[in-house]
């Protein structure tokens, strides 16, 4: 996944069965009701901090129960190096999968779109703190020693069950994935 909106294929709950959809990175939360406000704000909303959750200040705290699973095959951290100009990328996958899921949090636009009259279902990656190895990669920036939460399959699929409790979400989001 890339910073510029782009599609990804996410998971949602509907009366408690799975359902894919395609949405867009970069979430598009109810407050950003003109396209002003879209430009401004969106980007703030592509990735949010698992310690936020349960702020009621924060808008992660209205979409607790718009959760969601990002079908990935890997994803991109970058790394600073002393001395080199840009910074170097790293593609992180699984070393035992090549597909596997971020959490995330989902919200349809409130602004239709001009062509079809549809909202548009957006998304954003839960992040946490990073395990070691992502530590040593994603050394710099505002955001810097954080990754997507990764869990086993069997942990993810509990992330969209619609009974899902405050405790049973805060050790989901709490799991740390070893560095191995």
Request: with cysteine; hydrophobic share 35%; aromatic share 12%.
């Amino acid at each position: 996944l890339s910073m510029s909106h782009r599609k990804a294929l996410v998971i949602i709950s509907q009366e408690n069965r799975p359902h894919l959809k395609q949405f867009e990175w970069g979430l598009i939360a109810d407050y950003m009701n003109t396209p002003e406000k879209v430009k401004q704000y969106r980007i703030q909303m592509a990735n949010a901090r698992s310690e936020k959750i349960f702020d009621k200040q924060s808008a992660w705290y209205r979409l607790k129960n718009q959760r969601c699973l990002i079908a990935v095959t890997g994803f991109y951290e970058h790394r600073t190096i002393k001395g080199w100009k840009n910074k170097v990328p790293y593609y992180i996958k699984l070393a035992n999968r090549s597909n596997f899921f971020l959490l995330g949090f989902y919200n349809y636009s409130p602004i239709p779109d001009i062509e079809t009259g549809e909202s548009k279902g957006t998304f954003t990656v839960v992040t946490r703190e990073a395990n070691s190895l992502i530590k040593s990669i994603h050394n710099d920036s505002n955001n810097k020693h954080r990754m997507p939460v990764l869990l086993q399959p069997e942990e993810a699929i509990k992330w969209i069950s619609e009974d899902l409790t405050a405790d049973e979400i805060k050790k989901i989001i709490a799991y740390e994935i070893p560095s191995e």
